[in-house]
């Protein structure tokens, strides 16, 4: 079985402020993917990265980035200096299978404060 | 170019009736897959398509929903006899290839439906 944990159900910050959003995974097989995306407002889930079970490089975009860590199965992503337009939910996502199934985590909600 | 449609964007029946979600993916992507959201949950996997066939519909929760892509582009979502447990959001995504697990999956708005 697989199953993606997004213990933090909503974080509060005001602008420019770091946040750092939690995401520890499960799974059995040794090839996998992990995704996150954010939904916004508006509903439509917008995609942010993925990264492979082999590549555990670390990866900077502009004010977001992400730290793979498979010693203790977590995928976290930062985001630097926020801002208001950063607030949505943001999920977490893993598939094993090889057409792409994804498993979500819960959400993490994001609310940037001017 | 214009990215994955769903129709209608809302859709209120009553408890029994059937209603039909529709979804028109990203033009040349092979793989469609249908999954259900509810209020504050992640989305939850309902079927796959890989061309015009379902490859899995592990994620249909029972035999009220039946989805069909005929001829591998536009898909419809059947739900019959809708019960007030089947009120979500109902979000269709595309990607390229569904035999490459790695795919980006891009995401419709959504059908948000509410059984009364």
């Known amino acids: 079985a697989q199953k993606v944990t997004q213990a933090q159900t909503e974080i509060s910050v005001v602008e420019k402020e770091d946040v750092t959003l939690d995401c520890v995974y499960e799974?059995?097989?040794?090839?996998?993917?992990l995704f996150w995306y954010k939904q916004p407002p508006s509903g439509e889930l917008v995609f942010l990265i993925r990264?492979?079970?082999?590549?555990?490089q670390n990866e900077i975009s502009g004010r977001y980035s992400w730290n793979f860590q498979k010693s203790t199965s977590s995928f976290n992503f930062t985001i630097t200096a926020s801002q208001v337009v950063d607030s949505a939910v943001y999920f977490c996502?893993?598939?094993?299978?090889?057409?792409?199934?994804?498993?979500f985590g819960a959400g993490t909600q994001v609310v940037v404060t001017p | 170019g214009a990215g994955v449609s769903q129709t209608p964007s809302n859709k209120v029946t009553e408890k029994g009736k059937y209603v039909e979600l529709r979804c028109d993916p990203i033009?040349?992507?092979?793989?469609l897959y249908w999954y259900r959201q509810s209020l504050g949950q992640g989305p939850e996997f309902l079927i796959y398509?890989?061309?015009?066939?379902?490859?899995?519909d592990s994620g249909l929760p029972n035999d009220r929903f039946f989805a069909v892509r005929p001829e591998g582009s536009v898909s419809t979502l059947k739900i019959q006899r809708t019960e007030r447990g089947d009120s979500a959001v109902y979000l269709c995504?595309?990607?390229?290839?569904?035999?490459?697990?790695?795919?980006?999956?891009?995401f419709g708005p959504g059908t948000r439906l509410t059984v009364l």
């Open positions: 995504a595309s990607s390229l290839n569904g035999e490459l697990g790695y795919n980006e999956q891009f």
């Open positions: 799974t059995r097989d040794t090839t996998y993917y």
């Open positions: 990264r492979n079970s082999f590549d555990e």
């Open positions: 996502a893993l598939t094993t299978d090889s057409w792409g199934k994804l498993q």
């Open positions: 033009s040349g992507h092979t793989a």
């Open positions: 398509f890989q061309g015009t066939g379902a490859a899995d």
